[in-house]
């Protein structure tokens, strides 16, 4: 069993920035893909970010040149750095491992 635990949401006022962290229970490395999603009151949840052992990575076009993940294999941790933030991205934000594992969530709520 996994747990993954996700930290760093809030409030936060349009154009700022967060850095969401998510840390897993055991070595995320043996997963291929981690990624974060994201879900906003009354809408299915989206992939936001992904990114492989390989270091490739895919964004929703939402989020492109605004958001950066990063997974840190050694410390069991991946992040979402979250730059120029939109009232539209207001959400609740998952951490996902190896499509199977979920996180709590964490808040983000982006003012005007």
């Known amino acids: 069993q996994v747990q993954l635990v996700e930290s760093g949401g809030g409030l936060v006022q349009a154009g700022g920035s967060l850095r969401l962290s998510c840390a897993a229970s055991?070595?995320?490395?043996?997963?291929?893909?981690v990624a974060w999603y994201r879900q906003a009151p009354g809408e299915q949840r989206e992939m936001v970010a992904r990114?492989?052992?390989?270091?490739?990575?895919n964004y929703a076009d939402s989020v492109k040149g605004r958001f950066t993940i990063v997974r840190d294999n050694a410390n069991k941790r991946v992040y979402l750095q979250m730059n120029s933030l939109k009232p539209d991205d207001t959400a609740v934000y998952y951490c996902?491992?190896?499509?199977?594992?979920w996180g709590q969530g964490t808040q983000v709520t982006v003012s005007s």
């Open positions: 996902n491992v190896g499509n199977t594992y």
């Open positions: 055991i070595s995320i490395a043996r997963f291929n893909a």
């Open positions: 990114i492989t052992t390989g270091d490739a990575t």
